[in-house]
């Protein structure tokens, strides 16, 4: 589970005057899950416009399995703070939304988003519309119609950032659990130093702008992660480390 | 009666019962004040005469309704397709829309009734010049609001289907027409309102003979109050009908924003549900 799924070489982004991400390297695990923590406005989400496709990078290269994607799309699962659900589609529908996009959605991509969804507690939704469903619920529909893009690499843009804690509590368990039997390679923003802990494998912290990579540390929890862990001392060192580089020492 | 069958029989109550008893007020108004005014029967007749006048001249009227509903429908049609592909076109071409689109107002700023002689010079005396007119007036705000719509589809949905590798094609029919539904329909029935209005100036100005704006005509030269009362009743419930007509396609068209869960359609069910 080593091999390089995603390789940033030296890409850069300016709008205008403003740098928005300084020149960039970052390789990624194909099945590891990466969070990136920085201060707002620091290129996080043009990071990940450049990865998707969406922005053509000043410079640098974009490698997907060693192929160059630089500026092409198609080619990963994309999620934002907004759910983006279309409203005149079901539950299953949007789930299969991406088929319908891009090619046929036949019976199995049917069955399978209704085995998901069942399983992942969606099932009594499936023939609802998305206004039925609450802001947990819509987040859940807008994950696993990115995982029905059958991509390895899926981009979450702050999935959680508008949830109230309780509700943000509960999916990142949920997506954890989703994401061990998914077996897909995640690149997770947040600017919540305990999710990105909590979640992944690897934490890239990025600096205000220009924003660039300053620190890439190894999550220190075993998995699977329990709520406990939150107060390991593992976990409050390395929250400590990660919070001395965002705010220089107010900790 | 479960909850949710009583919900919408309430619903039903409202939607269908309120209009009708609006409907009946006006009808007592109308009679309240022709009686208690003591106005003279060549000015107003009573509403029970003027639709006695429709009812026993029904045979004589019928065919001319048809010709109306005709004109309207056909030229309803027309307008609102060539309005729905000038409103693409020109969202879509920003040049195109800074071209055309001071031509449409211009169009708009023409009086009717000015329209009408030239179109039955070039159309002749025929349904065609009716049809036209029609359509000129349909057209406009189908075209403004799908524009309107069209450029207001949220930009990040329509970055997600990039992302997913969508081709324009895709994302024009699955995401942007489907967003812009809620002003297509309000073109629409702005269109379907004045729809009849547009058929009746075209009667009037460009009629052969029979047709239910002369008829009218006719019936006011002669004095008789009640059928120039009654066919202005048959004029507005042509309006009305087609008006809620397209409000039906409206509602049928876009269940998800009174529902909270999809119809199950009996053509359309999915083995593995029965299953579960
Ligand atoms: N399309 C754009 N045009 C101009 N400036 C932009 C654009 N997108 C982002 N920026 C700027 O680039 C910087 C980084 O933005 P962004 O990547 O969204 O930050 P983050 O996601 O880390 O909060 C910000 O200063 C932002 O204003
Ligand atoms: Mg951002």
Request: glycine share 8%; aromatic share 8%.
């Amino acid at each position: 589970m080593t091999e390089p799924l995603l390789s940033l070489r030296e890409v850069a982004k300016t709008f205008g005057e403003t740098v928005a991400l300084a020149p960039t390297t970052l390789t990624i695990d194909e099945g590891s899950f990466v969070a990136i923590v920085g201060p707002s406005g620091c290129g996080k989400s043009t990071l990940f416009n450049v990865i998707a496709g969406l922005l053509t990078p000043d410079g640098g290269d974009v490698l997907l399995r060693d192929r160059p994607v630089t500026g092409s799309t198609g080619h990963v699962g994309y999620m934002l703070q907004k759910d983006l659900l279309v409203p005149w589609r079901t539950v299953e529908d949007n789930i299969t939304m991406a088929k319908r996009l891009t090619g046929r959605v036949t019976a199995e991509d049917r069955a399978e988003a209704r085995r998901m969804a069942r399983a992942y507690g969606l099932g009594e939704f499936l023939r609802h519309y998305p206004s039925a469903l609450s802001g947990g619920m819509r987040q859940r529909v807008a994950f696993m119609r990115t995982l029905m893009t059958h991509q390895s690499l899926l981009l979450l843009d702050e999935p959680f950032g508008a949830l109230d804690a309780q509700t943000r509590l509960e999916m990142q368990q949920w997506l954890l659990q989703v994401w061990r039997d998914a077996q897909r390679t995640v690149l997770f923003i947040t600017h919540d130093v305990d999710e990105s802990i909590f979640l992944a494998d690897r934490v890239v912290v990025m600096s205000p702008r220009p924003g660039r990579v300053v620190a890439d540390f190894t999550s220190p929890l075993a998995r699977p992660r329990t709520l406990d862990m939150l107060t390991e001392g593992h976990f409050i060192e390395l929250k400590g480390r990660v919070m001395h580089l965002l705010h220089g020492g107010a900790t | 009666m479960s909850a949710p069958g009583r919900r919408r029989a309430g619903l039903v109550a409202r939607n269908v019962g309120v209009p009708i008893l609006s409907l009946v007020l006006v009808l007592v108004l109308w009679q309240l004040i022709v009686v208690g005014f003591h106005v003279a029967s060549y000015v107003a007749p009573r509403p029970r005469e003027a639709i006695l006048s429709v009812t026993q001249n029904w045979s004589l009227l019928w065919p001319l309704v048809l010709g109306t509903i005709r004109e309207t429908v056909y030229g309803f049609v027309v307008g609102a397709a060539l309005g729905f592909f000038l409103g693409v076109i020109m969202a879509k071409v920003p040049f195109l829309q800074g071209l055309v689109y001071p031509v449409l107002v211009l169009s708009q700023a023409i009086p009717i009734i000015a329209l009408a002689a030239p179109l039955v010079l070039i159309l002749g005396f025929s349904t065609a010049p009716k049809i036209v007119i029609v359509a000129w007036i349909v057209f406009f705000p189908v075209t403004v609001n799908v524009i309107d719509g069209l450029s207001h589809v949220d930009r990040d949905l329509l970055n997600l289907a990039k992302v997913y590798g969508a081709s324009r094609w895709r994302t024009f029919w699955q995401i942007e027409i489907p967003a812009t539904s809620t002003p297509l329909f309000s073109g629409l029935k702005i269109g379907a309102t004045y729809a009849v209005t547009g058929a009746i100036i075209g009667e009037l100005a460009a009629s052969d003979g029979s047709s239910l704006a002369l008829y009218q005509e006719h019936a006011n030269s002669n004095l008789n109050t009640a059928a120039v009362y009654g066919t202005t009743m048959v004029m507005t419930a042509i309006g009305i009908s087609w008006f809620l007509l397209v409000v039906g396609v409206e509602v049928f068209a876009t269940p998800w924003r009174r529902r909270t869960v999809a119809r199950r359609w009996p053509w359309r069910r999915d083995r593995d549900d029965v299953a579960q």
